[in-house]
């Protein structure tokens, strides 16, 4: 219980809410532009069925979740350890098992948490179209149908930034709403 409390304690924080925010939508971006990429590269390559792309695109959300939580586990647990040391050294003592180390620590959950989440999130709704295949769709209309679903992930995330910074929705919607024509574009485009 106390872990939960500390836990809800840091996520008031502005500046925990603003990293984590990044690394939801940074990673997000990065998982929907990859299904994106995978689901037009199944299709390219002759796979037929809805199943088989899907199971390829979770392979894609394990990897980038795994990478999501890890790879910010290991930042955040660094910069905190580097914190922690300026303190000391300023105030003379150490601060082993202290609240700031425990919030530090938290942090450090909240933050892996977003991290992974953002893409593993994005990857499955942009795959669940491909569910469908065989029972509504076409394999090349499902496909179409992801690809949609991820622009609409992206744009989604732009209207989201565009109203934490007070710009205009509709112009951060298409900016990043193209990524993933771009993307989808690339697959067609270029061998392999």
Known sequence: MERLERIRRVIAKDDVRAIS?????ANGFDGTLTSIG?????YLSGIGDGMTAIMIGLGAAVGLGTSGVWSVWEIERAEALVEQERIEQAMLTELEDTRLQREN???QIVHATASATGPILAIVLVLAPLALEGVVFTMFQ?????ILVGIAILATFGIYLASISRQRWYV???R???AGIVVAA?????PG
Do not use: D, E, K
């Open 172 to 174: 951060a919607a298409v």
């Open 142 to 146: 499902a496909v179409l149908a992801s």
């Open 105 to 107: 620590r938290a942090a």
């Open 21 to 25: 925010r990044r690394y939801f939508i």
């Open 176 to 178: 990043m709403g193209i």
């Open 186 to 190: 690339l697959n067609v485009v270029l």
């Open 38 to 42: 995978v689901v037009v590269g199944a």
